[in-house]
């Protein structure tokens, strides 16, 4: 079972309907220490400023759980702002420490047009090809609703570009990955890119 996070900040409803076209069982989790069945996967997603949002994740009781989770070596994808707040912290509106299991800082994406709103390239890491299988989705146009990203990291899988600025996109850390796009918005590609990061953090098991 997948269990999505509903804190309060993310956007449940695509990824739900994503799941459902998937045909892979979700269940949408509003409290951490609900009675549920086991979960292969947790997914975060993320919508707002991080320092709300993060404010929020930590108020519901969500950050302790999701370091247990991490700690006892479960997967956990993060989507758009879900991805930045498995990060070491971001500098959005001051400066808020994030979950840190990503290792890199979020930060203002200094390109044009800002916010960076619609469709862009993913161009995946060949040095990480191990990490995960990109070549059904090399030069993927992706949907993208963001103002801060991470410029670097070492758990990069992926880099998108907008205008001469370039940042991560993707990211891969053992069990952790994250998304700075919305694969749930991405059309048939983005599904099928969703389903692959899935499949690859649960050892590539179908439930």
């Known amino acids: 079972m997948i269990g999505v996070i509903d804190y ?7 990824v739900m309907r994503a799941l459902a076209a998937l045909k ?16 292969s996967l947790l997914i975060l997603p993320g919508v707002g400023s991080f320092p709300a949002a993060y404010h929020h994740l930590k108020e519901a009781g969500w950050t302790d759980f999701l370091k247990e989770y991490r700690d006892g070596g479960g997967a956990i994808l993060g989507i758009c702002l879900g991805m930045q707040m498995l990060c070491k912290g971001s500098f959005e509106e001051g400066y808020t420490p994030g979950l840190g299991f990503i ?15 619609g469709w862009n390239e993913l161009r995946w890491r060949k040095d990480r090809a191990a990490e995960f299988d990109a070549k059904p989705f090399e030069g993927a146009d992706v949907y993208f609703v963001h103002g801060y990203c991470l410029l670097e990291s070492q758990a990069c899988i992926a880099t998108t570009k907008l205008g001469e600025k370039s940042f991560v996109s993707a990211v891969k850390w053992g069990l952790i990955m994250g998304f700075q796009f919305h694969p749930e918005r991405s059309g048939k590609l983005g599904l099928a890119l969703f389903k692959s990061a899935i499949l690859s953090l649960r050892g590539g098991k179908g439930k």
């Open 8 to 14: 309060g900040a993310g956007n449940i409803g695509n």
């Open 24 to 39: 892979m069982p979700a269940e949408v989790l509003k409290k951490p220490k609900d009675e549920r069945k086991p979960l």
């Open 103 to 117: 290792p890199g800082e979020v930060v203002r994406l200094e390109a044009k047009p800002w916010p960076h709103i």
